[in-house]
């Protein structure tokens, strides 16, 4: 049995516990339910026609309880194995430098489970550089450019007529101006990108150190 067998055996396990336990519910009582006319005399708790219903139990409740325990003994001795392989079960992998190393079951689950959803949190919450922006100026790393509102304010008069006028003012202009340090999209997509192989590389890795054979208990 392999690693990778071995955690499938404990799901399975953990299906059939829950199984039995429920079994184990319903094993405590049998019951019989019907509508009566009387509690005294020839006719007492004689039921009325059609109204009888009774429950009957599938298995004794020491039954359930043997079942139970292989199971929880069957599921110590595999999460037991488990962990001693997991100590010895190794893989290589490339890391995001380049380097190959060889890491651990838990050390590949440390890098998949927590390292790369927050490696993948702080690429996507790098900013990104405007676009379509009228740029006046620029650096190395940063551009700059200004956005214009017009503030206008509308003024109402009345004509010899009596008809209502309205006419726009414009009172000036509202400027503003940024120096946008974004990085540009196409680089925030580039590191998502590697970061997404390197998850890869991290679940290939999990599935070929998956593949050492369960070692015994002593």
Do not use: H
Not at 50 to 67: D, F, H, I, L, M
């Amino acid at each position: 049995m392999t690693l990778g067998d071995a955690f499938n055996r404990r799901k399975k396990l953990a299906s059939d516990l829950q199984s039995w336990l429920n079994r184990l519910g319903l094993a405590g009582a049998e019951r019989r339910s019907y509508r009566t006319t009387s509690l005294e005399g020839d006719g007492a708790y004689r039921p009325e026609p059609g109204t009888e219903k009774a429950t009957s139990r599938a298995y004794t409740v020491p039954e359930c309880q043997e079942r139970i325990a292989a199971i929880l003994a069957e599921d110590e001795e595999l999460a037991l194995r488990i962990s001693r392989t997991n100590q010895r079960a190794r893989a290589e992998i490339e890391d995001l430098d380049g380097r190959v190393r060889t890491l651990s079951v838990p050390e590949l689950l440390v890098l998949k489970d927590d390292v790369i959803p927050k490696l993948e949190q702080a690429a996507r919450a790098v900013p990104l550089r405007a676009d379509g922006v009228g740029v006046y100026d620029s650096g190395d790393d940063w551009i700059r450019y200004r956005t214009v509102k017009k503030v206008e304010r509308k003024r109402e008069s009345f004509s010899d007529k009596g008809l209502k006028i309205e006419e726009v003012e414009l009172e000036g202009y509202d400027i503003t101006e940024v120096t946008d340090y974004g990085l540009p999209r196409r680089s925030q997509w580039d590191e998502v990108d590697r970061i997404a192989e390197f998850a890869q590389r991290v679940k290939q890795a999990i599935n070929r150190a998956n593949k050492t054979e369960l070692v015994e208990l002593d």
